[in-house]
């Protein structure tokens, strides 16, 4: 038996993947922070400076054009809220592929699960699996949009990941496990597949 088949079976305790939404929250709300004050949303403002002629000045509010679309695409890809996303999105795959050796999750199993009482219940391993996929997706749309040098791309999708981490970690609201549980019945995902002859 495989050990996602028997995990499957068995359980997860709920609380490790609020724990990695926690640390994967403050890495996104950085990101935004990153996002709020970097190349995805500044602008390009030419302005006479004397005899030295014209200075190109980036400030983030107000006035056009944006910065981001004069940025060479590997100006793009050193921004730092570029690089800390494409940190969050291999999390998210290295959640997907593998959850039993991704970093959040064994820090949890090895560091605080021993300090807690054993779970009361178990969850199915299928959501939040699910959920780091749908977070992969929301970061990768991010930092492709990004690199095209569309603005505001990557803080938004960052945003709308920190939301969803930020759900989880507080208040135990999973949106990728409501997500898959809504395909679950419309019967998209989760189904067991017919054994062939």
């Not at 945003?159 to 989880?168: I, P, R």
């Amino acid at each position: 038996m495989s050990d996602s088949a028997g995990s499957a079976r068995r359980g997860i305790d709920p609380r490790g993947p609020r724990f990695a939404a926690a640390i994967t929250s403050v890495l996104l709300l950085i990101v935004v922070f990153l996002g709020l004050t970097g190349l995805s949303t500044a602008h390009l403002y030419t302005v006479p400076f004397g005899w030295f002629g014209e200075v190109d000045f980036a400030f983030v509010a107000g006035g056009t054009p944006w910065l981001i679309t004069f940025a060479s695409p590997l100006q793009r890809f050193l921004d730092p809220a570029f690089l800390l996303l494409l940190v969050a999105a291999l999390l998210f795959l290295w959640g997907v592929l593998s959850p039993r050796t991704a970093p959040w999750g064994v820090l949890y199993r090895k560091a605080v699960a021993p300090r807690l009482a054993p779970p009361t219940e178990l969850e199915d391993p299928r959501p939040p699996r699910f959920a780091q996929g749908v977070g992969l997706f929301v970061a990768v749309v991010g930092l492709v949009l990004h690199l095209a040098g569309v603005p505001w791309a990557l803080t938004i999708a960052a945003a709308a990941a920190f939301v969803a981490a930020f759900l989880n970690a507080v208040f135990g609201l999973c949106l990728g496990c409501q997500l898959y549980l809504l395909l679950q019945r419309a019967g998209t995902v989760g189904r067991a597949r017919p054994r062939s002859a």
